[in-house]
């Protein structure tokens, strides 16, 4: 297991806790230094893009590999982190991690929510047949599904992206 750093420890507490649970006390040794909330909010939305962009690329080289099934399981995880940072940051700490209630909870003011809330659930399912189902066996019967979610799971999450740079989220 990586090794936490103080900072990441923080980040991480603050990441997976619900809105209404928030409490910081932080006192450094030697100086006072304020952290606004909102600004650890940013940073937490900010490296859930980096992961979900780390997702990206890892389909990519799955997709290269012929490996369409874990290509389709990390497209989605690219959306869900994506969805995650978006939904945080609007919602004021609280993620609605929940893999059937994260698209539900995507920003109501979001003009492409109803869109980008059934791309994110159809992608889940998707992702569940190809983790879980043993059929069909062989990974070319993926491809096409592989490629088609790779094509959208891009545009999902630079949607994301946009929106939260418009909004002030990150």
């Not at 599904?145 to 989220?169: I, S």
């Amino acid at each position: 297991m990586p090794t936490v750093s103080p900072t990441d420890a923080l980040l991480l507490a603050l990441s997976t806790s619900k809105a209404n649970d928030v409490q910081l006390v932080v006192l450094p040794k030697g100086r006072h230094a304020t952290v606004q909330l909102t600004d650890l909010l940013r940073q937490v939305a900010s490296d859930r893009f980096r992961l979900a962009a780390h997702h990206l690329r890892a389909a990519d080289l799955l997709l290269v590999a012929a490996a369409y099934r874990g290509c389709i399981s990390r497209n989605y995880y690219a959306m869900y982190h994506a969805a995650r940072a978006v939904v945080f940051a609007s919602h004021g700490g609280d993620d609605f991690e929940q893999h059937s209630v994260l698209p539900r909870n995507l920003p109501a003011s979001w003009t492409e929510r109803a869109a980008r809330e059934v791309e994110l659930t159809d992608a889940r399912l998707l992702r569940n047949q190809a983790d879980y189902d043993s059929y069909p066996q062989s990974e070319t019967e993926w491809e096409a599904d592989a490629r088609r979610l790779g094509a959208t799971a891009a545009e999902f999450v630079q949607a994301c992206e946009d929106y939260a740079l418009g909004n002030g989220l990150i």
